[in-house]
């Protein structure tokens, strides 16, 4: 058995240039990031890098001694590979410290053409269990797996132990529900959906119409939502509207929450975890800093004196702020459904 | 003349024993000729132990049918990995073929002949050709993949692997941690009460506008539509398909599939409330309805 680790990675989102100076300034480990196509699971327009920001952004990464991630983690639609293999010839040319993929083909590809690129096996891979993941680590060398937020703190303390590929988990940032990967709710409204076009509830689709005070949230006409005079309305991803299920109007899959795991620190730290990731490309530089610079504090007191760490209201009160509809949960980690 | 294979998927939703016996006796005087078996959506789901569904297998082998035996499609406990080991372990050891369902199941099956299932995103020749090394001797393509990008897909593929598509029924659209039957009735997902079973079609959930939308079954949520390719069989075949999948409902099922055998297709009938769809096929948001001459 590997010794237990006394550190992890803090992996940082950045959208675009100006976040990832923010990350690193913050104390990020890590930043990850997509080019500007539907090569990453987060396609939105004014979203991800050029060629030029890359170049910038790795040359300062590097000279802080950190790491820039490529996220390759969309699965290329048949006849449209080449799209996908320059992304990742870019990544190696571009020096990337690892890429982030999803899709078998393109993991063999990677691993055929450039030997000494890292290999990330994304969310998106849907790898839940021992075997998923050692398939991978065996057929592709990959070093490191991002957990799907469907398991467990005991699954993921099986797993570290189980397996020699590092684990990543989700630390913050927006929930989602369901097993990345493995959900195609958002082709079935509106045609575009994680896998296929690197987009979930896709702003294109989105219309909000107000009619006598109240605010409905559409999607391809769908009314995922529809709020009430004065009440706050979300982003309308399709998972967290309000639908009925035998005449009962609720969050029938899930509340728009957002997950934090911060109080489990010292606990995922313990297991072995190599890396925390936060969720959060879409979002603005200012968001980048506070939570990178919260849970920096958080990780460094967690790993300077686990036993006695505690979370501290005013780094509760900062995540919160940037919380989904400003309520958190630990998802599955802790699972108050179970 | 249509000469594709019918296969009926395994069944998604926690039928009763007996309805879900006496659904395999009626799949076994049917047209279909391949079946799936197993319990792809939940491991707390016991009506059916494995023994059953060997059991049954064998009563459905002998009947003419080649049988497939199906993993569960997410896994996230070592009880679930464990099961799904075992139920690999015994269906080769009785010579059934195992339907993969995720990557794990792939790894543990790698070196035998094994199906691919339809939510192991195999979207492009490059994958396909990875599970053929491994042993796959078909693949069940991805649930959103349309009419002109199968055509693409089918000039990639590689020699000797064929092709299924789900052509009706309703659409496995996401898998998740939680349960929302469980959650729909405030219980805890272990402690959930089996009511799903209460529910042989799952759950409906509709829009505020009381649109038929999606359909709960446990931590699987499915299209409210059913997908209707009874019209376009002829075309998928054309195509290069080699099985047209049946994914079952409590009703409809055995129409579905005598309209396959025939190429008549008159309305297959499905319960009330449940509307058709087609859309992915035409390239458009997999709830739309195209009408076809």
């Given amino acids: 058995m590997e010794p237990v680790r006394r550190t992890m990675e803090l992996v940082a989102p950045a959208g675009n240039l100006a976040a990832l100076k923010s990350a690193l300034q913050a104390g990020a480990n890590a930043v990850y990031l997509g080019l500007k196509n539907a090569t990453n699971a987060r396609n939105f327009a004014g979203l991800n890098f050029t060629e030029a920001d890359i170049e910038a952004g790795v040359t300062l990464a590097h000279r802080m001694g950190r790491k820039v991630m490529f996220a390759i983690n969309t699965y290329p639609q048949p006849g449209q590979t080449a799209l996908w293999q320059q992304a990742i010839d870019h990544a190696h040319a571009l020096k990337a410290d690892a890429v982030i993929l999803a899709d078998p083909g393109l993991l063999g590809y990677a691993r055929e053409r450039y030997p000494d690129l890292r290999l990330h096996l994304s969310v998106q891979g849907s790898a839940t269990h021992l075997d998923s993941i050692e398939l991978m680590f065996e057929q592709f060398g990959i070093q490191r797996v991002v957990l799907p937020r469907v398991l467990t703190l005991a699954e993921v303390e099986r797993l570290t132990r189980q397996t020699r590929v590092e684990i990543e988990v989700f630390g913050f940032g927006s929930l989602c529900v369901m097993a990345e990967g493995r959900c195609i709710l958002s082709s079935f409204a509106t045609g575009d959906s994680p896998n296929n076009q690197g987009v979930c509830s896709p702003a294109h689709a989105v219309r909000w119409v107000e009619q006598a005070g109240q605010l409905d949230a559409r999607l391809n006409g769908v009314l995922i939502d529809r709020y009430a005079p004065g009440e706050p309305a979300g982003y309308p991803t399709l998972c967290k509207g ?5 005449d ?13 795991a911060i109080s489990l620190l010292p606990r995922l730290l313990a297991m072995g975890v190599s890396a925390l990731k936060i969720e959060g490309r879409q979002r603005s530089p200012a968001y980048v800093a506070q ?19 505690s979370v501290r209201p005013d780094w509760q009160a900062a995540l919160a702020r940037h919380a989904e509809g400003a309520q958190t949960t630990q998802g599955a980690f802790d699972r108050p459904w179970k | 003349m249509n000469t594709s294979l019918i296969s009926v998927a395994p069944v998604s939703y926690y039928w009763q024993r007996e309805d879900l016996l ?18 792809v959506v939940c491991g707390r789901r016991h009506q059916m132990r494995l023994d059953d569904w060997l059991a049954l297998a064998h009563t459905l082998r002998d009947a003419g049918k080649t049988v497939v035996l199906s993993t569960q499609t997410l896994i996230d406990s070592e009880s679930d990995r464990r099961a799904m080991h075992k139920l690999v372990e015994k269906a080769l050891a009785a010579q059934f073929q195992v339907e993969a369902n995720d990557l ?22 490059g994958t396909l050709s990875w599970l053929v090394a491994l042993g796959a001797s078909r693949f069940v393509v991805p649930l959103e993949m349309s009419g002109s990008e199968l055509q693409r897909l089918l000039a990639e593929i590689p020699a ?14 996401a898998f998740s941690a939680r349960c929302f039957t469980a959650r729909h009735f405030r219980l805890q997902k272990d402690h959930c009460e089996f009511r799903c079973i209460e529910h042989p079609d799952g759950l409906p959930l509709q829009t ?15 299209s409210a539509h059913c997908l209707d390719l009874l019209a376009q069989a002829r075309d998928v075949y054309a195509l290069g398909v080699h099985v047209l999948r049946v994914n079952p409902m409590s009703q409809g099922t055995l ?10 297709h008159p309305d297959v009938p499905l319960p009330v409330g449940v509307g058709r769809c087609n859309g992915y096929w035409f390239d458009r948001p997999g709830m739309d309805w195209v009408e076809t001459a």
């Fill in chain 2, 22 to 39: 006496r659904f395999y006796a009626d799949i076994a005087e049917s047209a279909a000729q391949v079946v799936y078996l197993g319990e």
């Fill in chain 2, 208 to 222: 505020r506008e009381q649109g038929e939308f999606l359909t709960l079954n446990g931590i699987q949520t499915q």
């Fill in chain 2, 104 to 125: 794990g199941a792939v790894r543990v099956l790698q070196g035998q002949s094994f199906i691919a299932g339809p939510h192991l995103n195999a979207y492009h020749g």
């Fill in chain 2, 160 to 173: 000797g692997l064929q092709c299924e598509l789900q052509v009706w029924g309703r659409l496995a659209l």
């Fill in chain 1, 248 to 260: 009962e109007l609720d969050h029938a899959l899930e509340e728009p929450t957002s997950l934090n």
């Fill in chain 2, 255 to 264: 129409a579905a599939i005598a309209a396959l055998s025939t190429e008549r």
């Fill in chain 1, 242 to 246: 309000r639908f009925l299920v035998e």
């Fill in chain 1, 291 to 309: 939570v990178v610079s919260t849970l920096r504090a958080a990780l460094d007191a967690a790993e300077r004196d686990p036993a006695r760490f």
